[in-house]
């Protein structure tokens, strides 16, 4: 098979919605009557699961890309404090904008959100409340998916992003 591929086999990439995958193999399967091309990835968070992206879909493909850069990881976090933390009252809206972001997998995104659901969750505390499963659903998806990537982009563990950020922040 001669072979155009944007990520090398071996290579950690993150697919988005999902997270830090394994780029495994290239493969061919056959439905019905057509032999497709998929690119085979294996996310780091579910050892188990395997996940075949069709090499002939554009759509599926704008899902991968590679692992931010140590220097690109550095500058998201510098920009933290700028990022912007609005609470969206509407729980629909809420949900479809929380969603819209773990889905992108982008990380400016997932920082708005985090940041969005922690102002609120300290709020709520001063007030002798808790937030709500879905919003800490969503914050803890949010965080798992910035700590995996920031993790491998730095060449540390995902529970030593936490301690690297403050440091940064500093």
Not at 51 to 57: G, M, N, R, T
Not at 96 to 102: G, H, L, M, Q, Y
Request: hydrophobic share 35%.
């Amino acid at each position: 098979m001669e072979e155009n591929v944007l990520f090398k086999i071996g290579e950690y990439v993150l697919y988005k919605g999902t997270g830090v995958c394994r780029f495994e193999d290239i493969t061919e399967r056959e439905f019905g009557q057509k032999v497709r091309k998929y690119y085979v990835l294996k996310p780091l968070e579910e050892a188990r699961s395997t996940i075949y992206v069709p090499a002939d879909s554009e759509k599926s493909l704008a899902k991968i890309r590679k692992i931010l850069s140590e220097d690109e990881i550095k500058a998201i976090i510098n920009e933290m404090p700028k990022e912007s933390a609005d609470w969206i009252e509407d729980a629909n809206e809420r949900k479809s904008r929380f969603r819209d972001a773990i889905n992108s997998g982008e990380p400016r995104r997932l920082i708005r959100t985090v940041k969005s659901i922690y102002s609120r969750r300290q709020e709520l505390l001063k007030r002798g409340k808790k937030l709500n499963m879905a919003d800490a659903q969503f914050m803890k998806e949010a965080q798992r998916l910035l700590c995996d990537e920031f993790a491998m982009g730095l060449h540390m563990k995902p529970d030593e992003v936490d301690s690297f950020i403050a440091e940064q922040l500093k």
